[in-house]
């Protein structure tokens, strides 16, 4: 299980989520054992299918330890370092998906010439190096100015490294999905009163503009792959003209809303991927 730390407003039903996927293995026969982070990090992991939300850096070392000797992990250890934001950053641009212009950036360096070169005013900050654990983790400035004192802030708090996104004006949408199954789900966030640190104002109230339903899956299903991530969730920004950019990628999110719709096809994903490995 992930640790409270890690779901920020979330413990209830990252728990949720994760019990209702056991107990739809266990009543395909799969034995489960669950773990917390801690216990997790303390044992000696004998089960051939580790299944994780996990979120510390320790837990990640192991799991991916674990995956390199052989046992299958979901979601790959590997997966879960590739949504950290400079990383997750770095991957998505690299291949292509839809993403906002963005710098990445040392939090002790000026970086307001370069803001101004790219064209920045208002834009997001975010910690480079690791998942968000506080609302501070995540800043959103005006000019670069304001950029410039925020990445001082990050320094100040231990943070090295930081991604600077350029804010994108249009319909935020939150997204849910299970690799290589039909399942995906998506909805407004603001409209759903569904919000984790309360960032989702900024955008505002969805205006209803008209975009493909089928390319969003798309390019969440390629996120997906090119992350490493079976289980996934997001938020993207549709522009006034209906164009799609993808500004968040997490590894197994909490599924609040469609949490029961989506137990059932993690599950069977759990399954297929034991069956190709077995």
Same mark, same amino acid.
């Given at each position: 299980?992930?640790?409270?730390?890690?779901? %920020?407003?979330?413990?209830?039903?990252?728990a949720?989520?994760f019990?209702?996927?056991?107990?739809?293995?266990r @009543?395909? !026969?799969?034995?489960?054992n669950i773990?917390?982070?801690?216990r997790?990090?303390?044992?000696?992991?004998?089960?051939p299918?580790?299944?994780n939300?996990?979120r510390?850096?320790?837990?990640?070392n192991?799991?991916q330890?674990?995956?390199?000797?052989?046992?299958?992990v979901?979601?790959?250890?590997?997966?879960?370092?590739?949504?950290?934001?400079?990383?997750m950053?770095r991957i998505?641009?690299?291949?292509?998906i %839809?993403?906002?212009d963005s710098?990445i *950036?040392?939090t /002790?360096?000026a970086?307001? #010439?370069?803001?101004? @070169? =790219?064209? +920045?005013?208002?834009?997001?900050?975010k910690?480079? /190096?690791?998942?968000?654990?506080h @609302?501070e983790?995540?800043s959103?400035v005006?000019?670069p100015e304001? =950029?410039?004192e *925020?990445l001082?802030e990050?320094f100040?708090?231990?943070?090295k490294?930081a991604v600077?996104n $350029?804010?994108?004006?249009?319909?935020l949408v939150?997204?849910?999905?299970?690799h290589?199954? #039909? +399942?995906?789900?998506?909805f407004y %966030?603001?409209d759903?009163?569904?919000?984790?640190?309360?960032?989702?104002?900024?955008?505002?109230? =969805?205006?209803?503009?008209?975009?493909d339903?089928?390319?969003?899956k798309?390019?969440c299903?390629?996120?997906?792959?090119e992350?490493?991530?079976l289980?996934? !969730?997001? /938020?993207?920004?549709?522009s006034?003209? !209906?164009?799609?950019?993808? &500004?968040?990628?997490?590894d197994?999110p909490?599924f609040a809303?469609?949490?029961?719709?989506a137990?059932?096809? &993690? =599950?069977?994903?759990v399954?297929?991927?034991i069956? $190709?490995?077995f």
């Amino acid at each position: 299980m992930r640790a409270g730390a890690y779901s %920020p407003n979330h413990i209830g039903n990252d728990a949720a989520i994760f019990n209702a996927t056991a107990e739809h293995l266990r @009543k395909r !026969g799969y034995i489960v054992n669950i773990y917390n982070e801690d216990r997790f990090n303390s044992s000696d992991i004998t089960e051939p299918v580790i299944l994780n939300m996990c979120r510390e850096r320790a837990s990640i070392n192991k799991l991916q330890e674990l995956e390199n000797a052989g046992k299958l992990v979901i979601n790959s250890g590997f997966g879960i370092e590739n949504c950290t934001r400079e990383r997750m950053t770095r991957i998505l641009l690299g291949s292509g998906i %839809p993403y906002p212009d963005s710098l990445i *950036v040392n939090t /002790d360096e000026a970086v307001i #010439p370069a803001l101004q @070169k =790219a064209g +920045f005013q208002s834009c997001w900050i975010k910690r480079g /190096d690791f998942h968000a654990m506080h @609302k501070e983790d995540v800043s959103y400035v005006r000019h670069p100015e304001e =950029a410039q004192e *925020v990445l001082q802030e990050y320094f100040y708090r231990g943070i090295k490294r930081a991604v600077i996104n $350029k804010h994108l004006v249009g319909d935020l949408v939150k997204f849910y999905g299970v690799h290589g199954s #039909p +399942f995906f789900y998506w909805f407004y %966030p603001l409209d759903l009163g569904h919000s984790k640190y309360g960032y989702e104002v900024i955008n505002g109230k =969805a205006q209803g503009i008209e975009f493909d339903k089928e390319r969003l899956k798309h390019i969440c299903q390629m996120a997906a792959e090119e992350l490493n991530v079976l289980i996934y !969730g997001g /938020d993207c920004i549709v522009s006034p003209t !209906g164009e799609i950019r993808i &500004i968040d990628f997490n590894d197994w999110p909490s599924f609040a809303p469609c949490r029961n719709e989506a137990a059932p096809y &993690i =599950a069977k994903c759990v399954i297929s991927e034991i069956k $190709k490995k077995f």
